[in-house]
């Protein structure tokens, strides 16, 4: 048996009523042990206007923001065509092909999730959820979308708490960036 692996993140998304919310608990765990209770997991990019959040292994990551930092500079902010080029990089390139990460980017306009298969994928509803406890914080995001008033940044909160009390890795210290 290898060395016990870091995981553990939730990334939650929403984009409501002319608002975009990108949230992120903040636990690390290395194998069952808890190890960190306050990572980052959110940039901002491209002067503020941009938002993105990882999933995965924390030097990917790194790497991977980087990389698409210089695809929206190079791409005046285009938050499309940005994502489609690091997917196709990502897929393609060796180095980056083996990184162990997933991301979400949004703008105002549009939500993304971006991975190193080359997949590109909108969602249908602007709610997109990352990580261990993501297809949990999915689920309560697209019920409180459906049946409450609450903004995208309250939305994004309330999805974390939820998934936060029934995934083992994923805390409630949350951080969350709004645009």
Same mark, same amino acid.
């Given at each position: 048996?290898?060395?016990?692996?870091?995981?553990?993140?939730?990334?939650?998304?929403?984009?409501?009523?002319? *608002?975009?919310?990108?949230?992120?608990?903040?636990?690390?765990?290395?194998? /069952?042990?808890?190890?960190? !209770?306050?990572?980052?997991?959110?940039?901002?990019?491209?002067? #503020? !206007?941009?938002?993105?959040?990882? +999933?995965?292994?924390?030097?990917?990551?790194?790497?991977?923001?980087?990389?698409?930092?210089?695809?929206?500079?190079?791409? *005046?902010?285009?938050?499309?065509?940005? +994502?489609?080029?690091?997917?196709?990089?990502?897929? &393609?390139?060796?180095?980056?092909?083996?990184? !162990?990460?997933?991301?979400?980017?949004?703008?105002?306009?549009?939500?993304?999730?971006?991975? #190193?298969?080359?997949?590109? $994928?909108?969602?249908?509803?602007?709610?997109?959820? $990352? #990580?261990?406890?993501?297809?949990?914080?999915?689920?309560?995001? !697209?019920?409180?979308?459906?049946?409450?008033?609450?903004?995208?940044?309250?939305?994004?909160? /309330?999805?974390?708490?939820?998934?936060? #009390?029934?995934?083992?890795?994923?805390?409630?210290? &949350?951080?969350?960036? /709004?645009?």
């Amino acid at each position: 048996m290898g060395p016990a692996s870091i995981k553990g993140t939730t990334v939650v998304c929403i984009r409501r009523s002319g *608002r975009t919310a990108l949230a992120a608990d903040g636990q690390v765990t290395l194998g /069952e042990t808890v190890i960190k !209770q306050g990572a980052r997991k959110l940039r901002r990019l491209y002067n #503020g !206007q941009v938002l993105a959040g990882f +999933a995965g292994s924390t030097a990917d990551a790194f790497a991977l923001f980087t990389r698409f930092e210089a695809k929206l500079e190079e791409f *005046r902010g285009n938050l499309a065509r940005a +994502a489609v080029e690091l997917a196709k990089e990502w897929r &393609t390139d060796r180095v980056l092909r083996h990184l !162990q990460a997933l991301l979400v980017v949004a703008d105002k306009e549009r939500i993304f999730l971006v991975s #190193g298969n080359g997949d590109l $994928i909108e969602p249908d509803d602007a709610i997109a959820a $990352i #990580g261990s406890g993501g297809p949990i914080a999915l689920a309560a995001a !697209q019920a409180l979308v459906r049946h409450s008033d609450l903004s995208a940044a309250e939305i994004a909160a /309330e999805a974390l708490k939820i998934a936060a #009390g029934i995934c083992i890795y994923t805390n409630a210290s &949350t951080t969350i960036e /709004e645009l």
